[in-house]
């Protein structure tokens, strides 16, 4: 059994991609509870049409991302937490069973990032564990919490999250990064996830030159183009809507060559 928190904000043909993508994927036994920091109603039927939550937390009063996820993680119990957000692309299996495989094997291991980013490889604490794909993090970096996808074996890794806090720094993520001692934190090596949330929920692009899907398809970002994620045909038609919407908020008074 894995307790999983989907968390969400905006972007709702990205979020629909994504959760169509990790219901896909994942294998094992799900308790899945939604975290929505917003509070559109067909926001959540669109989503509903897609999986059905065991638990849903929603922001209807304007309630920080902090105490959104206490909240959420006091309806869940299993031996497995993952973490996701709405714009991490799954690109392969077998992360689970990796990360599950560290736990299992090393006593201080808790914590296990399933994305290398934004850690080195050559780190000098970093080691390979045989028939796994795996590296210790720099003590330096311990990571309690980030919003990156995670699986662990404790709900609250640094203690509750900061019920004041919001992603935003130095807030909540960096007041999650705590050095343990022998609470171990790791991250996978192998690009198992890929980072697509090109486009934020303001509209705001990480580069301002792209003008067309194929700008954006064949720029590389994020270590790839967005054409190596060779898209199905659902999929191909989420993510465009996504991204048409983000070039229509750059200027919505330049026009724009829909292809």
Known sequence: MISTVFMCAGRLSLTKMILLRYMDMMEYDNELCLVYDGNSPSYVSELEKICDFKHKVINWNGETQGHLLNVAHDKLNSPYYMFMENDWWWREKGCIEEAMYA?????????VRIVDLPYKKGDRMTRQLPNCKMGD?????????????????????????????????????????????????????????????????????????????????????????FSDLKLTKEYRELFNEYLLWGLDKIDEKKPRRRT
């Open 137 to 225: 993090i720099d003590p330096a970096h311990n990571m309690a919490f980030h919003f990156n996808p995670q699986i662990r074996t404790v709900k609250y890794p640094a203690g509750r999250f900061l019920p004041t806090s919001n992603q935003t720094w130095p807030d909540l993520e960096s007041a999650m990064f705590l050095k343990y001692g022998g609470f171990g934190s790791w991250v996978l090596l192998h690009p198992y996830f890929r980072h697509i949330g090109f486009f934020s929920s303001n509209g705001q692009p990480f580069m301002n030159n792209v003008y067309t899907l194929e700008d954006i398809y064949s720029a590389n970002f994020y270590g790839g183009t």
């Open 103 to 111: 736990i299992d094997k090393y006593e201080d291991v808790h914590i």
